[in-house]
């Protein structure tokens, strides 16, 4: 099914529950394709966002929902923004092409986000804002625009297994209050065009980056 919006339409969920929205196209809102408040435990799976003003999906205060196998493209903003919104899991999504972030999170917790996909997006690929407490694994920012893994003011998250590929500032960024998150075995490969692209740390903070990899100049290094 496949529904194209006059601007400044939007398809917008209010108090929703243990609803199934799957295989559907939706381009051309105002707003985000999708806008769920407070709404939880839904399914929403195989659907492509494209085109929209302000991006892709839009949780509000929503918990307990699946979010998978979505394709989220050439949107005016986040691929995916979550706000105040936990105990969510995003898994095996692509993003790409967006103007903001491809997975944005701002003061959300205990969220699972693994197996997805990011790139060729304006801002960052993974994108924490005053959010604590998730766990990203498995996941891949390549060839985004500014930084892959952006983490301002998020304290004690998890990443692991996960791939910055090519980004152009940054592989992994970490600045305001940021303490106490955990890297290990993630791959962070510069970018051909800025051999610095690796981590940069602005906090006042200790992180362990040992027993992951970097690759520069075709060269791969393991700190253990």
């Not at 994108?127 to 983490?151: E, F, K, P, Q």
């Not at 090519?166 to 992994?172: A, C, H, K, R, V």
Request: charged share 10%; glycine share 6%.
């Amino acid at each position: 099914m496949i529904f194209t919006h006059a601007k400044p339409g939007r398809t917008y969920f209010l108090n929703v529950a243990a609803s199934i929205i799957d295989n559907l196209t939706i381009g051309g809102c105002g707003d985000y394709g999708f806008h769920l408040i407070s709404s939880s435990n839904n399914s929403l799976t195989n659907n492509t966002l494209q085109n929209n003003d302000d991006g892709g999906f839009y949780l509000e205060a929503s918990s307990d929902n699946i979010l998978s196998n979505n394709n989220v493209k050439n949107n005016g903003w986040h691929g995916f923004a979550l706000n105040v919104s936990n105990d969510n899991f995003l898994t095996s999504n692509t993003t790409q092409n967006n103007i903001g972030s491809a997975i944005y999170l701002s003061s959300s917790s205990n969220n699972i986000i693994c197996n997805n996909t990011s790139s060729h997006n304006e801002l960052y690929g993974f994108y924490l804002n005053s959010s604590n407490n998730n766990i990203l694994i498995s996941n891949i920012a390549r060839n985004n625009y500014d930084v892959g893994y952006y983490l301002l003011s998020s304290n004690n998250n998890y990443l692991a297994q996960n791939t910055a590929d090519s980004n152009e500032l940054y592989g992994f960024y970490l600045t305001g209050t940021s303490a106490a998150d955990t890297f290990t075995n993630n791959i962070c490969i510069t970018s051909p065009t800025n051999p610095d692209s690796g981590i940069e740390n602005t906090t006042s903070n200790t992180f362990d980056f040992r027993r992951n990899w970097f690759l520069r100049h075709v060269l791969f290094l393991r700190l253990s």
